[in-house]
């Protein structure tokens, strides 16, 4: 019992019931650890950081009913509570906008505890199946318009049913991939100089420059640059010249603005072909970016692109490598790793619900994005990912497939050991599930 | 009770000749099923030993009886092997990487060694390793000199679908058999095979397993004409081609017959297997059908593992046409007599309930709450009829069983399809009624998502105490208020009960005592407040009082209901529309209860009241909030006709003149385009511009003329209430019903497609006009034109496809993501991990929080709590 109480003191003190636990077991009374330095603690078996912060609370607790809470009574008290974050951020925040007695704050915290311990997941819920009804049941109420202006209207993005697939499919690049660029604090409010920067990044074809007309008397390609996107542009008409020779290696004149190609051989089928391959020519810019809308977003420029490029994207200068968004999912788990992929997963199957008035809990999102690239890359929902690489023999040939599935598992010499749901639901006996993973023990004779 | 033993695993393997030899009770020798007087012929394809389907015969196996006995494999010896279609390719890879001569597989020893210790590993950490054996196949492909007995190895040309072809000369699967049968354990092991379980030899088949006439069973026509099963014609086939092939083969045939009578017996095998390789012409049955092979027995979704396997049949089920009855409760459901009397629950006989089964006994099968079976002690079941349920009602003893009829509070599960969510199955308790349709609360439907248009719903009766007791602690409609998905309620009142609740509670609505008592009469209400006041010496109430009669003492709410317009500044009591809800201890002092208060998907009050008080409360707040709306709404009248829709004639001048100014400036808007002095929006070309401003211009006029439909409409108007209540329909309902239909729409864009230039012959070509693309100036009420008629239909023509595509679109969606997540759970230490004990999540949601307990997925509603302690609201913190 006396232990117990010590627990309780310490607590007090805003020490963690785990440590007060662990002092304890090594023998420690309120009167001992108040002689105690930090090497004791240590050898008790608590780490030297934890063993510091116990050093500072040691010492007796605020007098009761003081009137005034300071913040950092409370702080000590939400450290020894085994609370998320999101709750003690918050707890943080609202309790130092009023004034409370100490008895309140008490109080207030076990509400908060046992409210907490009442709203965790029990063991054996089948939380796999909530979280696919529960992102599966609103896409009946989801609009199938691809098409949907949103924010920026001049970009168009996919959105509704068709971007959901998109993303739990792990597509390697979306149907319209979009990124957001925010910009360095020194040119994120000068126009002119985030224009310049669209230029930079923005792709340049040729045809950008300027109308491109073929003369078939002659058999040659005439493109009239314009001042204008010159100019925008930064590129001087030597420069296109001497870069339109390199990506085509054909030759090239200028006469004034005029750009005169010639195919190597005067053949009709050459220079059609000339003419597709000067479409597809890059100039100048990131490829991929194919168009840039600046927009002006709370007193500074952001910059919405169509095509997603983030390797590149990232390296640039001027942007601010931070604040660089991208809607392909794969792009980013290849730059940034798994993790962010995972993150970008949540956000982007969010804002696709959110968007269509839908609520989802996070949650359930999460475990379907976690379940995605647990195995270290991304994988699919469905057949190729991971309800393809399922143990169960059984369960793959009732998703799709049937006959591969089973030829295969005779001639791997396959075991199915019966453990998933599908399985079992075959072989007609109970699911080892929520209710059915547990079972009453009938105690005494 | 003894619980039933568990199958531990399955093992999946090819059966060697052997095998199917010791499984095969018989040799089939004759291609003939049944003699003259219809008995099978032994060694017969309908022989006796291989299970019986035709009643009043035993199996000579086993001497069960048709249905118990499940049928027994038997054989056909084959002349010549023949390749197995599913392992054609497989054939061909080993063929191509093992040695012509001495069978081994072509890598050297540290290399093969250096493969098979991964692929070990790889095993024993239970990952797939295809990939690794695709690498062994390419590597060992290469190789044109075997390392061991240094043969030169020629290149093996595959021919679909099962003939294999070496420099020139074709190879019979005997040779390749003979091949095989060289290739040693350890480098069968490297293929990732099982040598005990899968030698490449036995994807050569010597032996045909015929699988039993269970399998296969022959229907007798009404015409007395024995029709065969495909599979039985397709082992006919085979047997015949056998026969002769052996009767070519022993008479010394020339090579070439033998070798076309090779290929057709290959051809029946391949197609009895598989009849839908490519590359062969399928089998056809003598009308021209193709015959269902063994593998499209298995595929798909009709086939043997979606359709069969996966999906159960039960008894103890029903299904009618259900309909909704407001005086039930929630949690009720109205079962007809007709069913109740059919569905029963089994009860075992106690000497505590002796006497009650006796009397459901006594009652017998055909008056209501009676007993349809008995069972005795020595498991005989003894059907209750009207002569034998007096003395078997004296025979009972404990021990027995009885099967009850169905009766009043009996739980059963209730469901509708598609169940897409686990709120589509819910427990409901049996209330008897009379008629033939299943009856229940309308407040219901939102999470079966049903109307009574037709709909049609199932019950099923659980049989067993657990089954019982997980239904009334999990699946109660009560347990289900809240839906996991985020965390709010999900049940709640609609349409009637939204207006009903609204026209009670706006204003300052009084009634007298008569009134109010009749209001409340079937709301489980004891007593009645004090009088708000009182009226020439009558007292009166509110209805506001008489809504928080239904309240729970202590209830504190403050929020914005749905008629609030979000004024920058905030009235909040004072608030003219009496918009600002506030319910201090259970009392509503200001504010109107509609939508957002009791509303499926929204209802604040219910959701405070469920998290609060707990789900039993819940349920009864929202049988009585139903039941006083529709005694109120019953009380008021309320209806909708077409004279609703009236507007006086000199706003529909008005509307007239606002849709015309709006074609006027639509016309300039095409005329400055025309001219070219239309400036393009950024990012936009000038095409899209002017469709983009007049689609603007005409979306304005719409919205325009909906207000002045609206001013004159007033809240005297059923549809309007209806509309602002949030019950049903909207005021761009309305507008359209009384004022303007407006722009139709087909891909986001106004209609474009048609003729040449133009989308009827009835326009010049090029006309950009409003009317040549799709604007509906009518009313519903006025009546549309004849083309105005047909652009509407083309608009409402895409919602229908839209809505088609969807459905199968998100219903594919769902099935894969129950298949990718249906094996997750939450263990004892609060990780999730799949099957094979992967860890996915090591704490749930990152804070093991689970949703349908969260406050729309907050863990911890904090400035609720702390308001309760301090009776402080947080400032900052969201109310409510």
């Not at chain 1, 076990?110 to 009442?118: F, L, P």
């Not at chain 2, 690794?132 to 492909?141: C, G, I, S, Y």
């Not at chain 2, 007798?220 to 083969?249: A, C, P």
Request: charge should be neutral; charged fraction near 30%.
């Amino acid at each position: 019992m006396a232990k117990k109480d010590t627990v309780l003191a310490l607590r007090k003190r805003g020490i963690s019931s785990k440590m007060a636990q662990i002092l304890c077991d090594a023998g420690f009374t309120l009167s001992k650890l108040e002689k105690a330095s930090v090497e004791d603690l240590v050898k008790a078996g608590i780490t030297s950081r934890n063993a510091n912060l116990i050093m500072k609370n040691r010492i007796r607790p605020p007098t009761e009913k003081s009137k005034d809470m300071s913040s950092d009574l409370i702080d000590s008290k939400l450290r020894g509570l085994l609370l998320p974050t999101t709750i003690t951020d918050e707890l943080q925040r609202d309790l130092r906008r009023i004034k409370l007695t100490e008895v309140q704050l008490d109080k207030i915290l076990q509400m908060v505890v046992d409210a907490y311990e009442r709203a965790k997941v029990e063991p054996c819920e089948a939380v796999g199946i909530i979280a696919a009804q529960s992102i599966g049941e609103p896409g009946t109420q989801m609009t199938m318009r691809t098409f949907h202006y949103a924010g920026v209207a001049e970009i168009s993005i996919t959105l509704g049913l068709p971007r959901l697939i998109e993303i739990l499919d792990a597509r390697k690049v979306p149907s319209t991939p979009m990124m957001t660029i925010r910009l360095k604090d020194e040119i994120k409010s000068d126009r002119d100089k985030v224009r310049k920067l669209a230029w930079e990044i923005e792709t340049t074809s040729l045809l950008d420059l300027g109308d491109l007309s073929i003369d078939l008397a002659e058999m040659q390609i005439c493109i009239d640059l314009s001042e204008k996107p010159l100019l925008q542009r930064n590129i001087s008409p030597e420069e296109v010249v001497e870069r339109t020779i390199d990506e085509l290696g054909v030759d090239v004149r200028l006469e004034g603005l005029k750009l005169i190609i010639h195919p190597e051989q005067p053949s009709y089928r050459e220079l059609l072909q000339l003419v597709e391959k000067i479409r597809g020519m890059v100039l100048k810019g990131i490829e991929g970016i194919e168009r840039i809308v600046i927009r002006k977003e709370d007193g500074e420029y952001v910059l919405y692109t169509e095509g997603s490029a983030l390797k590149k994207i990232l390296n640039c200068d001027g942007i601010d490598p931070t604040k660089v968004k991208t809607n392909n999912i794969n792009e980013i788990a290849d730059v940034l790793g798994i993790e962010a992929a995972r993150n970008s997963i949540i956000y982007e199957a969010m804002e696709t619900l959110r968007e269509q008035g839908l609520e989802v809990d996070v949650r359930h999102i999460m475990l379907v994005a976690d379940m995605m690239t647990c195995g270290g890359e991304l994988k699919q929902i469905g057949r190729h990912g991971v309800a393809g690489e399922k143990s169960s023999v059984l369960s793959r040939a009732a998703f799709e497939v049937t006959v591969t599935h089973l030829l295969e598992a005779a001639i791997h010499g396959d075991v199915d050991e019966l453990c998933g749901v599908t399985e079992n639901v075959i072989v007609g006996q109970p699911i080892r599930l929520g209710t059915g993973d547990v079972e009453p023990i009938y105690k005494g004779g | 009770m003894a619980s039933p033993k568990r199958i531990k695993k399955i093992k999946f393997g090819l059966l060697s000749p052997k095998e199917i030899r010791k499984m095969g009770v018989t040799k089939i020798i004759t291609a003939d099923t049944y003699d003259d007087d219809g008995y099978p012929i032994e060694m017969g394809l309908m022989d006796p030993r291989l299970g019986v389907i035709d009643p009043g015969l035993r199996c000579r196996t086993c001497g069960g009886r048709p249905g118990e006995c499940p049928g027994h494999f038997c054989r056909i010896e084959l002349v010549a092997p023949v390749v197995h279609v599913g392992f054609a390719k497989l054939v061909r890879k080993i063929l191509r990487s093992t040695c012509r001569k001495c069978g081994r597989l072509l890598l050297e020893e540290p290399i093969k060694k250096n493969y098979l210790d991964q692929i070990k590993l790889l095993t024993k950490l239970g990952q797939p390793c295809d990939d690794l054996v695709k690498n062994v196949f390419r590597d060992a492909t290469k190789v044109n000199l075997c390392p061991y007995c240094e043969e030169a190895q020629m290149d093996i040309k595959f021919e679909q679908p099962t003939s294999y072809v070496e420099g020139g000369h074709k190879l019979m699967p005997a040779d390749i058999r003979d091949r095989f049968e060289r290739i040693p354990d350890e480098d069968i092991k490297i293929f990732g095979m099982d040598p005990k379980n899968a030698r490449p030899e036995w994807m050569i088949l010597r032996v045909l397993p015929v699988p039993p006439v269970t399998t296969r069973p022959s229907i007798t026509l009404e015409s007395g004409q024995r029709s065969e099963d495909d599979l039985t014609h397709k082992l006919v086939d085979i047997i015949r081609i056998n026969q002769r092939f052996q009767e070519n083969r022993e008479a010394g045939a020339p090579q070439l017959i033998i070798e076309d009578l090779w290929e057709l017996l290959q051809y029946h095998v391949t197609t009895f297997l598989d009849n839908e390789v490519s590359g062969v012409p399928p089998a056809r049955h003598r009308s021209g059908r193709p015959l269902k092979s063994l593998s499209q027995r298995l595929k798909g979704k009709e086939g043997r593992f979606r359709g069969s396997l996966s999906g159960k049949r039960v008894n103890f089920s029903a299904r009618t046409v259900i309909s909704p009855d407001p005086n039930l409760s929630i949690s009720e459901i109205g079962v007809p007599l007709q069913i109740a009397t059919e569905l029963t629950i089994p009860m075992n006989i106690t000497s505590r309930n002796l006497e009650e089964c006796r009397e459901y006994v006594r009652r017998g099968p055909n008056n209501h709450p009676g007993a349809s079976y008995v069972k005795r002690l020595d498991g005989r079941r003894v059907k209750v009829i009207d002569e034998n349920r007096e003395e078997l009602a004296e025979l009972l003893e404990p021990g027995w069983k009885v099967d009850r009829q169905l009766q009043d509070g009996d739980l059963v599960l209730f469901n509708r399809q598609p169940s897409l969510h686990r709120m589509s199955i819910m427990a409901h308790e049996v209330k008897v009624m009379p008629y033939k349709t299943f009856r229940i609360n309308p407040a219901v439907c939102p999470p079966y998502n049903a109307d009574f248009d037709g709909d049609e719903m199932n019950l099923h009766v659980p049989q067993t105490e657990e089954a019982r007791a997980e239904a009334k602690i999990l699946m109660k409609v009560e347990e289900n208020i809240l839906s996991p998905r985020f965390g709010g309620p999900i049940i709640g009142g609609i349409h009637d009960h939204i207006s009903g609740m609204f026209l009670l509670t706006r204003g300052n609505v009084t009634f007298d005592k008569d009134t109010a008592l009749e209001l409340l009469k079937k709301s489980e209400i004891m007593d009645l407040s004090e009088p708000a006041g009182y009226e020439n010496g009558k007292p009166y109430w509110t209805g506001k009082q008489i809504f928080s009669q239904l309240l729970p003492s202590g209830l504190n709410l403050t929020y914005r209901s749905k008629m609030c317009d979000n004024c920058k500044i905030c009235k909040r009591e004072e608030c003219e529309k009496d918009a600002y809800v506030v319910i201090k201890d259970g009392n509503l002092l200001c504010g109107t209860v509609d939508e957002v208060a009791i509303g499926a998907f929204a209802g604040k009050i219910l959701d405070r009241i469920i998290k609060e008080y707990g789900a039993v409360e819940a349920g009864k707040f929202l049988d009585n909030a139903t039941r006083l709306a529709i005694r109120m709404i019953t009380r008021i009248g309320f209806s909708f006709g077409i004279d609703d829709e009236d507007i006086p004639s000199d706003a529909q001048e008005q509307i007239h003149d606002i849709i015309m100014a709006a074609e006027e400036r639509v016309k300039r808007l095409i005329e400055a385009y025309e001219a070219g002095e239309l400036d393009s929006l950024p990012g936009r070309t000038i095409d899209e511009t002017v469709e983009m401003k007049i689609m603007q211009e005409l979306g304005k006029a719409r919205n325009q003329a909906g207000d002045i439909a609206g001013h004159h409409l007033g809240m005297d108007n059923s549809a309007v209430v209806m509309a602002i209540s949030g019950a049903r329909g909207s005021m761009l309902n309305l507008t359209q019903m009384a004022a303007c239909v407006g722009q139709q729409s087909v891909r986001g864009e106004r209609i474009q497609r048609g003729y040449a230039d133009r989308t009827l012959p009835h326009f010049y070509k090029g006309d950009l006009g409003a009317d040549a693309h799709g604007f509906v100036k009518s009313s519903y009420k006025k009546g549309l034109s004849p083309i105005e008629f047909f652009f509407h239909a083309m608009g409402g023509r895409e919602g229908l496809v839209d809505t088609a595509v969807r459905t199968s679109q998100s219903g594919y969606l769902q099935r894969r993501l129950i298949n990718a997540l249906q094996d997750l759970e939450i263990k004892y230490d609060g990780t999730v991990r799949e099957t094979r004990g992967q860890i996915v999540q090591f704490v749930y949601g990152d804070d093991g929080v689970d949703p349908s307990k969260s406050d729309y997925g907050k863990s911890v509603n904090v400035s609720r709590i702390i308001q309760n302690v301090t009776g402080e609201e947080v400032m900052g913190g969201k109310s409510g």
